[in-house]
């Protein structure tokens, strides 16, 4: 059964995680990647003043390092370099490409979505009896099920996964999370 023909029906079985979503740390927002430490003293009226020394896309495999005094530019879902350990948002910054100017000071972890936050291993993320509407039939892909069974009433099938359901998971599983621990 493709994932259209899935829509209107019941899971009949529990559907798990199979990996921690999101996969890795990343940043909930596009901005700077920094050390909490290094912009502790940041204010409106006086800012800190960091070099930039790369820039990191979703999806980005780039190996930057986050050494103390500096920072690189992140967007929304890229992986946290090593040594940060918080994000600036762009708008509480001079949007610079050298060097940025932070004009407020953050605690650790700010704006970062930490790895399992979603999703952990295991957890279950649909339940048996959940009526599979277009929200949820295309979230679960990205909990790494290969697929699920279903159907409209007493019958079963198994549904594959369809590449065209991946675009509204993460939203989907963020708005589960009991806990979440990004901050912004």
């Given amino acids: 059964m493709t994932l259209p023909d899935a829509h209107n029906t019941v899971l009949v079985e529990d559907v798990h995680a199979t990996f921690p979503l999101p996969p890795f740390d990343n940043s909930a927002m596009d901005g700077y990647a920094v050390r909490a430490e290094d912009v502790a003293a940041a204010t409106a009226a006086t800012p800190v003043t960091l070099p930039v020394v790369g820039d990191v896309a979703a999806g980005s495999t780039t190996p ?3 050494q103390p005094g500096l920072c690189v530019r992140i967007m929304t879902g890229a992986p946290l370099p090593p040594g940060a350990n918080a994000v600036i948002p762009l708008e509480d910054t001079d949007g610079g490409i050298a060097q ?3 004009r407020r000071s953050v605690p650790n ?3 970062i979505r930490r790895a399992g936050e979603d999703a952990a291993p295991g957890s279950e993320v649909l339940k048996a009896g959940t009526h599979l509407g277009a929200t949820n039939s295309v979230c679960w892909r990205p ?3 290969t697929g699920f069974r279903c159907g409209p009433g007493h019958e079963s099938w198994f549904c594959p996964p369809a590449a065209s359901s991946l675009s509204l998971a ?3 599983a963020a708005a589960r999370s009991p806990t979440p621990t990004a901050r912004c």
């Fill in 170 to 172: 993460s939203r989907s």
């Fill in 143 to 145: 909990w790494g099920a």
């Fill in 100 to 102: 940025v100017a932070i």
């Fill in 109 to 111: 972890g700010w704006c």
């Fill in 64 to 66: 930057y390092t986050v």
